[in-house]
């Protein structure tokens, strides 16, 4: 089978990370010859390239990320293709693990966007998204009974087994969001806020790890090089030597991690995936639903909360008490999570032909 794979390709560790999981836990069921890239953000999929797609592949595949979002995109979201465009497409296509990523603070998806929402899962052979809470926001916008799968970013760590450059060290990873400062924290005020409030806790957890920061995109450097500086045993990962093509090792220093504060969904996924423990810094519902979902909820702190220097040092104790517990939760929850993406990947009528796998 060869297959075409459109996804965010603008330069966020996050999704290249599940763009190396869509591709592992594809080969794991089917039988594919080779997958070709194309960015979901930048590729039109006018006449000339459908007429590509239905030439030379067997299947498209669109995701995962947090795609359905961009109230200014030309249809709404981010697949940019004519609604009456998408009709031409004679190859299967499928909607793989998406997310809903507006804001509360945003007005959702434009009437556009519903439109070609509904007519994509009307063509699509499989219309998903992932683990996150997605669901119920789309459907209370949409009407779309989506299937619910585990976000793709989980089957990053498949097979992962590349030394890092820290795995002799103890450290813990906190990886902070800094782009939309208004839509994560409200104001200023907050961020300046929030910069105090997790320096005074990392420097008490400095004293027993080294903390390592890793910037997803551009714009996360400057609010980890803002905290940082107030910690003397802390780094902020080189983005430049890490970004794009050697993505596959940047998030591999999730692997050897004791574990983890996040503020991006793919900051909580990816160690997750690794078994890691993570304490989920809330600043978009996706990152308290996805921890809800995944059983771990309590190992949410939201970042706005008047109490959260407080509520993230209780947090932080507790997570370091049960480590070994929460461990093992994740192992058993990644095997329950994976064998339910197969059998709903599995149940994908017209990529029977395709399988590898025989129920």
Request: proline content about 2%; overall charge negative.
């Amino acid at each position: 089978m060869r297959v075409m794979h459109s996804y965010c390709l603008n330069y966020n560790y996050g999704d290249y990370g599940l763009g190396f999981g869509v591709k592992n836990i594809l080969r794991k069921i089917y039988n594919i010859s080779f997958f070709a890239e194309c960015n979901l953000q930048g590729q039109v999929f006018d006449d000339y390239f459908i007429s590509i797609l239905n030439d030379k592949y067997d299947l498209l595949v669109i995701g995962g990320g947090g795609v359905i979002h961009g109230a200014h995109w030309p249809q709404g979201w981010f697949w940019l293709i004519e609604k009456d465009n998408i009709k031409k497409l004679k190859i299967p296509f499928i909607i793989y693990g998406v997310g809903y990523n507006y804001f509360k603070d945003e007005q959702g998806i434009p009437e556009r966007g519903i439109s070609h929402l509904i007519e994509t899962q009307k063509r699509a052979s499989f219309f998903s998204v992932r683990n996150d809470g997605s669901y119920n926001r789309l459907l209370n916008q949409t009407g779309i009974d989506a299937t619910v799968v585990a976000d793709p970013g989980f089957w990053f760590a498949l097979n992962y087994n590349r030394k890092t450059d820290f795995e002799n060290d103890k450290y813990i990873i906190v990886q902070l969001a800094n782009d939309k400062p208004i839509h994560r924290f409200t104001s200023l005020d907050k961020r300046n806020k929030f910069i105090k409030d997790i320096q005074l806790n990392l420097i008490e957890l400095s004293k027993e790890y080294k903390i390592i920061f890793v910037p997803h995109v551009f714009d996360d450097i400057e609010i980890s090089n803002e905290v940082a500086s107030g910690i003397d045993n802390s780094l902020v990962l080189d983005f430049s030597k890490y970004a794009f093509d050697h993505t596959y090792d940047a998030l591999g220093i999730y692997k050897d991690a004791e574990f983890v504060l996040a503020m991006r969904g793919h900051g909580q996924i990816i160690p997750l995936g690794f078994n890691v423990p993570v304490i989920s810094l809330e600043n978009h519902d996706k990152h308290r639903g996805l921890m809800e979902n995944y059983g771990l909820g309590q190992y949410n702190v939201n970042i706005l909360d008047d109490n959260f220097s407080e509520n993230l040092k209780k947090l932080t104790n507790n997570l370091i008490n049960n480590i070994q517990n929460i461990k093992e939760y994740t192992v058993k929850k990644n095997e329950e999570l994976l064998e339910d993406s197969i059998d709903k990947l599995l149940n994908i009528e017209s990529l029977k032909k395709f399988q590898k796998i025989v129920k």
